[in-house]
């Protein structure tokens, strides 16, 4: 399989969203192979679905129908557009953000994929499809991840956040929490069943916790 006419610029982060359905979705996470679609496959659950032929080859009808996919003079079907710049996130992704959306009793997940020239946000949603959109690329990924918790707070009071940054080998957790106008991070310690608490900071403060975080998982 092959990426044929690789998007050169992301699109602009809330001006172009697109949805994939979950053959599709399984499609794209098996236009690569390697370390990194692996972690990719790991970070998504999806060990079953990219296993399943028949739901990548209903994926596949399924994008070449949306113009997503063309086939080349020799058989050989290409992913084109957004659909490409999405199997390049999965195949060359070198840092991956787990967000939970933490409500009462609800839980809403946001993953941000980093690869080189590509950052996307993905979201599931019903029946197994995705939305995905490009990072703002006039900000950083530290402060893309701040801007989703920030905007789940002011929409859920009370809501909190759990977020795992992941790289290649290692990966860092860490709880937010917004209490009274500021805000409190806490780092888990599995190993102890504590969790370190800092309180009472400011925008900027949790900025560069997060950011903090993103550096410690190396």
């Not at 990426?3 to 992301?10: F, G, L, N, P, S």
């Not at 992704?93 to 994929?113: H, K, Q």
């Amino acid at each position: 399989m092959t990426i044929q006419d690789q998007t050169q610029q992301e699109p602009r982060l809330g001006v172009d969203v697109i949805g994939f359905g979950v053959g599709e979705f399984a499609y794209l996470l098996n236009v690569f192979e390697g370390p990194a679609r692996n972690r990719t496959v790991s970070v998504f659950r999806a060990e079953e679905m990219v296993d399943d032929v028949t739901l990548s080859t209903a994926g596949a009808s399924s994008l070449l129908a949306r113009d997503m996919a063309t086939v080349d003079d020799n058989g050989q079907l290409g992913v084109t557009g957004v659909a490409a710049a999405v199997a390049t996130a999965f195949g060359s992704a070198t840092r991956w953000t787990e967000i939970a959306l933490l409500t009462g009793e609800t839980m809403d997940n946001v993953a941000l994929l980093e690869a080189p020239g590509v950052s996307l946000m993905l979201q599931p949603r019903l029946l197994g499809t995705w939305f995905v959109f490009a990072q703002d690329p006039s900000i950083t990924s530290a402060e893309a991840t701040l801007r989703v918790v920030q905007q789940h707070v002011q929409q859920n009071h009370g809501g909190s956040a759990y977020l795992v940054f992941k790289t290649m080998d290692s990966e860092q957790h860490l709880l937010i929490r917004c209490e009274n106008d500021t805000w409190t991070t806490g780092i888990p310690d599995f190993d102890k069943d504590e969790v370190a608490e800092t309180m009472v900071l400011d925008d900027a403060g949790l900025l560069a916790a997060i950011a903090n975080s993103r550096g410690q998982a190396q």
